[in-house]
Nanobody, 114 residues
Framework: QVQLVESGGGSVQAGGSLTLSCVASGYSGQCTYMAWYRQGSGPERELVSR???????TYAESAKGRFTISLDNNKTTVYLQMNSLKPEDTSKYYC????????WGLGTQVTVSS
């Protein structure tokens, strides 16, 4: 059973940094892509960043210049380096990936205080 397992969330002050990690546990292949979403103000999750196994990267406008996504050489672990964090970045962050099939992690909370 393939599971996406996130770690690295926490509480920081505005201007601080956090790095989120997500590993495709139980998967022996290469994930087609992996991504980070966060819970929006409504029921939808909003894309923060996505990285394909080809290396192509997409960032939300709110993440550009502050967040960096990367993938390990095995294409089964994705990282999100978040710098210059703002209170509006406070949310639950979810890992998503196509690792054999579409998977979601359970999420990790990021709280940024002013």
């Amino acid at each position: 059973q393939v599971q996406l397992v996130e770690s690295g969330g926490g509480s920081v002050q505005a201007g601080g940094s956090l790095t989120l990690s997500c590993v495709a546990s139980g998967y022996s292949g290469q994930c087609t892509y992996m991504a980070w979403y966060r819970q929006g103000s409504g029921p939808e999750r909003e894309l923060v960043s996505r990285i394909l196994n080809t290396g192509r990267i997409t960032y939300a406008e709110s993440a550009k210049g502050r967040f960096t996504i990367s993938l390990d050489n095995n294409k089964t672990t994705v990282y999100l380096q978040m710098n210059s964090l703002k209170p509006e970045d406070t949310s639950k962050y979810y890992c998503q990936g196509v690792c054999g099939s579409l998977k979601w992690g359970l999420g990790t909370q990021v709280t940024v205080s002013s």
